[in-house]
C-alpha cells in the first residue's frame, strides 16, 4: 500500500477485519473515496447480508468455538466447517471495498449485516459479551466509513439477559445499529422462554426490529445428507421459532415488537393455516394466543424476499401484503441470491409496490 493510499479513510480488508474495535478514530474520515460509495446505486436495501469480522474469526480460531463450527484462513480458498458442510468464505464478507462494489452490481445501496452461524449464544456470558462487542464494533466501524452503505444488526449474548440488554443500551441511539439479531434456537430453550423477556421489553421500547437466523435447526440428525440442513432444516427453524414466539405468548405481551422471519417465512406462511386449524381443535394450543395465527403474520411478522421462485413471492405478497416483505439476498452465501433485485421483478407489481419491497419498507422499519 502507498502512502497515499494509506491515508485514504476507507475500511478495507485489514481496517474492517483486524480493527473492529477502533471505531472512535474513524469518525469524520470520509475522503474522496468512501464519499463515491455513499451514493446509492438504485435505491436498495438489503436486510439479509452477512459478515464475519477478522476479530471474531480470529478469537475463534484462537479460543475454540462452538462444537462442529470452525474457520480456516490458511488456505487461498478460506472456508468455515459448520459439522459436515464446507462453506467458502467469499472476501467480501471482510473486503468493504470489494463489497460495495459487488453491492453496486448488485443494484443494492444499503445492507443491514448481521452475524450469522455460529452467532455468540454458545459462548460463556463473558465471552459471549466480549464476542457481541467486537463484532458491533465492526458494525459501527463499517458504517462510519460508509454511513448510506452499511447498517448493523446487532448480535448479542442472550444466554444471559443482563448483558443482552446490557449491549443494547451501549448501542442505543447509535446510528449505525438498527436492529438486533437473535438465533432461532438459542442452544438450551425456546424464544419464548421468560429468560429472553427482558431482551424483548428493551427491543420494544426502542422500537428496534428483531431479525430472525436458522442456528441449530431442529432434525439435524435427519438432515445430514443433500445439504438438507439448509435447504429444509432452515425454513422449518424459522416456523419453530415463530410458533413459540405466538403460541408462548410473547407476541402478546410485546404487541409492538417487529420480528423479521428469514427465507421468506420459512415454512411458516405456507403452513399458518395448520396452525390456526390446531388452535382451533387442539386443547394444547386452545387460549395460548390472543389472535388466531394468522392475525400474528399480519401484525407483528416480516418478511425477506429469500424463495428462490417467483410463484412462491407472489403468495406471500397475496397472504400478507406488500408492505410487510423487504429484499433480501442472503449474502453471500450460495444459498442466497447474487442479484436479489431479479426475484421482485419476476412478480408482476406496479412500480410503487416494487418500490417498496426494494426499499421503502426496510426504511420504514430499520428507520432509515
Known sequence: MSDSDSAKPVVSRRGFLGLGCCVAAMHGLLGTRAAAALAPSSGGIDVHA???PE???KSIMD??????????LSTASPFLMVGQNRLPLDDTYW???KRVKRMDAQGVS???VSLTVPMVHWAPPARGAALAQLVNDT???AHTAFPNRFVGCAALPIQDASLAVKEINRLAGNPAIRGVYLPTWPGNHELSDPSLFPIYERCEALKLPVLLHPVGVIGVERLGSFYLSNVLGNPFDTAVAASYLVFGGVLDRYPQLKIVLPHAGGAVPYLFGRLQHGQDVRPETKGVAQMPFKEYLLRNFYYDTITHSPELL???I???GVDRIMMGSDYCFDMGYERPRDIVAQVRLGRADREKIFSGNAARLLNL
Not at 479460543?63 to 480456516?72: L, T, W, Y
Open 95 to 97: 473486503d468493504l471495498d
Open 55 to 57: 476479530s471474531f474469526i
Open 318 to 320: 397475496g397472504l400478507v
Open 314 to 316: 407472489r403468495f406471500l
Open 139 to 141: 458494525m459501527v466501524a
Open 110 to 112: 444499503t445492507q443491514a
Open 50 to 52: 452477512h459478515i464475519f
Open 63 to 72: 479460543e475454540g468455538g462452538p462444537p462442529g463450527v470452525r474457520f480456516d
